[in-house]
């Protein structure tokens, strides 16, 4: 029972870290668009919808659940040797910047919702590729096991 506990919670968090990462990576993705519409437009609204939609059903959601998932697996199984696992450390690092970053697209959507944008489009295709660069090292740091 126990072994199958341990397996659902570490399954679900990969499920939220995934899901959460795919937001992260496609709410700039729409800022880049929303950028070159006119704020007041239909088009505006309409992305204005969707960024909130995925911001606050999806990213949110599943940034809360990797935590959520992530702190059981610490402190529930003691999955990390805090000691010895410095990979960890640095993981763990990593991930307050990515939360950092979600807190910066949130404040980016308030921008758009309240027609306040002062970023260009080259700006959004730029802060696209942080959470992509903090993924491919957290898979790193948690496959290869560097340190």
Same mark, same amino acid.
């Given at each position: ?6 397996? %659902? *919670?570490?399954? @679900?968090? =990969?499920?939220? !870290? =995934? ?12 800022? !880049?668009?929303?950028?070159? !519409? ?10 204005? *919808?969707?960024? %909130? ?6 990213? *949110? ?18 999955? =990390? ?8 450390? +640095?993981?763990? @690092? ?9 807190? +910066? ?24 590729? =942080?959470? *992509? ?7 790193? @740091?948690?496959? !290869?096991?560097?340190?």
């Amino acid at each position: 029972m126990f072994d199958n506990f341990y397996l %659902y *919670t570490k399954a @679900l968090h =990969i499920i939220s !870290v =995934i899901s959460w990462l795919c937001a992260m990576l496609y709410l700039p993705r729409i800022f !880049v668009y929303h950028t070159k !519409v006119k704020p007041d437009s239909e088009t505006s609204a309409i992305f204005k *919808t969707m960024e %909130y939609r995925l911001a606050y059903y999806i990213m *949110t959601p599943a940034m809360i659940a990797s935590w959520f998932f992530g702190l059981i697996l610490i402190f529930y199984f003691n999955a =990390i040797n805090f000691s010895s696992d410095i990979w960890f450390h +640095i993981k763990f @690092l990593i991930v307050i910047i990515l939360s950092a970053c979600h807190g +910066i697209l949130l404040k980016k959507l308030r921008l758009f919702a309240n027609n306040k944008n002062i970023n260009s489009e080259k700006y959004y295709k730029y802060l696209n590729e =942080i959470p *992509t660069l903090i993924m491919v090292i957290i898979i790193f @740091l948690v496959i !290869v096991k560097p340190f």
